[in-house]
């Protein structure tokens, strides 16, 4: 069964619009695990708009299952990581006051880079994984950084599937092919979603674990929190 982590940088982003504590992240983190979920992901940005810093430090004592901290690998940010020592940290190239991520590393141009910053996690006891599109010279591009997984950026097969383009898979199919081959292991996460996470997952040989977010609030606030992690745990056995 491919394992559900919830990213819940959309519960910090309604508590920051108001100000004070509601909704309370910490009891959302606890509930969603409580709900079935294998995971929670959050991704602070330098301008702490939705997660802030100490939320990082807070939710060390809360997860209980897999904790994994996404991010570009500043200074600040590898500093946090290495405070916190959560489970997984995923690695992304995301720009300073960017609305969301929007494509993954280069892995060729940027392997002394990350090849340092990964070998710094691992010496901490920290699983690393790479975003990453589906290009196969960027999977192996990957093996040679030594990362222990990739996550494959799914936003341009998510938006294939919305068309009916289900040939959008493909590109990811053979990424995985690689991947498994390499010795990698595999997540995907971006712009998945209760209409499209089946057939991802039903596709992708080895796929470990999903990052999922915002799609996912968003169809609680229609479902239920507890109603829509369950779902998503169905569609991924």
Same mark, same amino acid.
């Given at each position: 069964?491919?394992?559900?982590?919830?990213?819940?940088? *959309?519960?910090?982003?309604?508590r920051n619009?108001?100000?004070?504590?509601?909704?309370?992240?910490?009891?959302? !983190?606890?509930?969603?695990?409580?709900?079935?979920?294998?995971?929670?992901? =959050?991704?602070?940005?330098?301008?702490?708009?939705?997660?802030?810093?100490?939320?990082a430090r807070?939710?060390?004592?809360?997860?209980?299952?897999?904790?994994?901290?996404?991010?570009?690998?500043?200074?600040?940010?590898?500093?946090?990581?290495?405070?916190?020592?959560?489970?997984?940290?995923?690695?992304?190239?995301?720009?300073?006051?960017?609305?969301?991520?929007? !494509?993954?590393?280069?892995? =060729?141009?940027?392997?002394?880079?990350?090849?340092?910053?990964?070998?710094?996690?691992?010496?901490?006891?920290?699983?690393?994984?790479?975003?990453?599109?589906?290009?196969?010279?960027? =999977?192996?591009?990957? *093996? *040679?950084? +030594?990362?222990?997984?990739?996550?494959?950026?799914?936003?341009?097969?998510?938006?294939?599937?919305?068309?009916?383009n289900k040939? +959008?898979?493909?590109?990811?199919?053979?990424?995985?092919?690689?991947?498994?081959?390499?010795?990698?292991?595999?997540?995907?996460?971006?712009?998945?979603?209760?209409?499209?996470?089946?057939?991802?997952?039903?596709?992708?040989? +080895?796929?470990?674990?999903?990052?999922? +977010?915002?799609? &996912?609030?968003?169809?609680?606030?229609?479902?239920?929190?507890?109603?829509?992690?369950?779902?998503?745990?169905? *569609? &991924?056995?």
């Amino acid at each position: 069964m491919t394992k559900l982590s919830v990213n819940i940088n *959309k519960i910090a982003t309604l508590r920051n619009a108001r100000g004070g504590n509601v909704p309370d992240l910490l009891k959302v !983190a606890v509930d969603i695990q409580r709900f079935g979920g294998q995971g929670i992901t =959050i991704h602070p940005r330098p301008d702490e708009r939705h997660i802030r810093y100490q939320d990082a430090r807070d939710l060390k004592a809360i997860v209980t299952t897999e904790y994994n901290i996404e991010g570009n690998p500043q200074h600040n940010f590898i500093d946090l990581v290495l405070e916190c020592k959560p489970d997984q940290v995923t690695l992304v190239p995301d720009a300073i006051g960017a609305i969301t991520s929007s !494509a993954g590393w280069d892995t =060729i141009k940027n392997q002394d880079y990350l090849t340092e910053v990964i070998q710094e996690f691992q010496r901490n006891g920290i699983r690393t994984s790479i975003f990453v599109d589906p290009v196969l010279e960027i =999977i192996e591009g990957a *093996k *040679k950084t +030594g990362t222990d997984r990739i996550e494959l950026y799914t936003e341009a097969f998510a938006h294939q599937y919305d068309l009916g383009n289900k040939n +959008g898979i493909d590109p990811y199919v053979k990424a995985a092919e690689l991947a498994n081959e390499l010795g990698l292991g595999i997540n995907a996460g971006h712009d998945l979603s209760l209409d499209n996470i089946q057939f991802f997952k039903q596709n992708i040989p +080895g796929l470990l674990e999903v990052s999922i +977010g915002h799609a &996912l609030i968003s169809e609680a606030l229609y479902l239920g929190l507890d109603n829509v992690v369950n779902m998503y745990l169905n *569609k &991924l056995k």
